[in-house]
């Protein structure tokens, strides 16, 4: 057996919370399910405060305002470290990402460092998403291929296992990125280092509620921070 732990970054998730805690645990009952939110207005933390009464395994890691997906994620790897766990896994807190999945990325770590689920390993995997932002989605990944010269196909997936050993390793500290750009940042950072990555074919379901965090913003500091990764 392979124990987990599941890193969850949310902001105004409350439709979607209790939903995602059903899958995780009728797929990997044994999980910790760590759960970052910052002070989200639609009280998801209030939900997963709850679930915690009753569930030992589910952790809320609070912060008093929003600082954006890197700084999540990093309080959540640094929680989840505090556990006896094998794999670490992140994934989206909206429901785009099969909780189902999760053992099968588990069990790949048996071989690799880093295994990153991915919509474009096998032609475009997106459910539900227009034209125009599949078509943003795979040709931003192009883009940060070509420029950072790292053979993924699929870099800013939020979908990732990692093995104990690959996160206890990262310097936090010294990660630049703050919004998705942190998925290419730790990618680069990885591939670099020698991490065995492997990318493991996922079908993507755009979230059924809930508003989408994408802004243009978010599209235009990935595209400047790829190459100031790169050069």
Not at 145 to 170: Q, Y
Request: positive net charge; glycine residues 4%.
């Amino acid at each position: 057996m392979i124990s987990i732990a599941i890193v969850i970054p949310t902001y105004n998730e409350a439709s979607n919370i209790e939903n995602l805690f059903d899958r995780i645990f009728a797929t990997v009952p044994d999980a910790y399910v760590i759960i970052v939110d910052d002070n989200s207005p639609d009280n998801t933390w209030k939900i997963v405060e709850q679930r915690a009464l009753h569930n030992p395994r589910i952790v809320l890691v609070k912060g008093e305002k929003k600082n954006g997906l890197a700084d999540a994620y990093r309080r959540g790897f640094r929680r989840a470290l505090e556990f006896s766990a094998d794999v670490i896994v992140q994934m989206d807190g909206d429901l785009s990402h099969r909780p189902e999945t999760i053992t099968e990325l588990a069990q790949l770590t048996r071989s690799y460092d880093l295994v990153i689920g991915s919509r474009y390993t096998k032609g475009i995997n997106v459910i539900n998403w227009p034209l125009s932002r599949i078509l943003l989605s795979y040709f931003a990944n192009a883009y940060i291929k070509l420029i950072t010269g790292i053979n993924i196909h699929d870099s800013t997936s939020g979908f990732k296992c990692f093995r104990r050993h690959v996160i206890e390793k990262l310097d936090f500290d010294k990660l630049r990125s703050d919004g998705y750009v942190f998925q290419v940042e730790v990618n680069y950072i990885l591939k670099k280092a020698g991490f065995n990555i492997f990318e493991h074919s996922i079908v993507f379901m755009e979230r059924a509620s809930g508003t989408s965090k994408m802004r243009l913003s978010i599209i235009l500091e990935a595209f400047i921070k790829v190459l100031f990764l790169r050069f």
